[in-house]
């Protein structure tokens, strides 16, 4: 059973709603990711957090919003998103920024009509 | 540009063969190589590599790293139905404190009874 866990699973919204994405580590690790995953793409870094505090946007629109409230949690609040935005989104953690293996939670598929 | 390369993109077996999966990459300042095993939709950690030349082993998987001609391999023998799944391969430069990892676009492994 993996220590990272991600709630929805699926989610499908239409291009005007607002819904979060929700994290949460049982691992007891300081860092935190967001990934997004294309059909047919790599993966690709979104945002790392380390302690709460966000050490990297990785040139994110600003539709994607995200919000770490303590170690432990990761949210990705998802506003005015577009067709192409439909992916895989995969939340990881590791001990550290920068250090040892990231470990994946098991993602939500994303579909925005 | 792709900083990691893998390929085939695809491969399909039969149970029992020993397949051969390969990553190269171009990142400066090299840490370590990573492989993960994704088979619905968290990538599963399997082996990182750091040093040239020594192989790690689990089970029928094993994997080694080739630092002077920048790539990875990762084989696996008497293949199983199980190991049906999209092998990745992702790269993390010396000095990242932005948890940077770089990715392949991954080899989809089918293994047919």
């Known amino acids: 059973e993996t220590g990272v866990t991600q709630t929805p699973r699926h989610l499908v919204m239409g291009m005007t709603n607002k819904k979060s994405l929700k994290c949460e580590q049982h691992?007891?690790?300081?860092?935190m990711y967001w990934y997004k995953q294309s059909a047919k793409k790599p993966l690709e870094l979104m945002f790392v957090y380390s302690l709460e505090e966000r050490v990297e946007n990785n040139s994110v629109p600003s539709r994607f919003s995200p919000e770490c409230p303590n170690s432990s949690h990761l949210f990705l609040h998802l506003h005015t998103l577009q067709p192409e935005d439909s992916a895989l989104y995969l939340c990881?953690?590791?001990?550290?920024?920068?250090?040892?293996?990231?470990?994946f939670g098991p993602g939500t598929r994303l579909t925005v009509l | 540009e792709d900083k990691v390369v893998q390929s085939p993109l695809s491969l399909v077996v039969h149970e029992g063969d020993t397949v051969t999966l390969n990553c190269s990459y171009e990142v400066t300042n090299f840490r370590s190589l990573l492989w993960y095993k994704q088979e619905k939709k968290a990538p599963t950690f399997l082996f990182m590599l750091t040093s040239s030349g020594i192989e790690k082993k689990s089970g029928r998987l094993s994997s080694i790293l080739d630092k002077k001609e920048l790539f990875s391999i990762l084989n696996i023998t008497a293949t199983q139905t199980g190991d049906s799944a999209v092998y990745l391969c992702a790269v993390e430069p010396r000095g990242s404190t932005l948890g940077r990892l770089y990715f392949g676009r991954g080899t989809q492994l089918t293994v047919w009874p």
């Open positions: 691992l007891g690790h300081n860092a």
């Open positions: 990881a953690s590791s001990p550290q920024v920068g250090r040892d293996t990231q470990y």
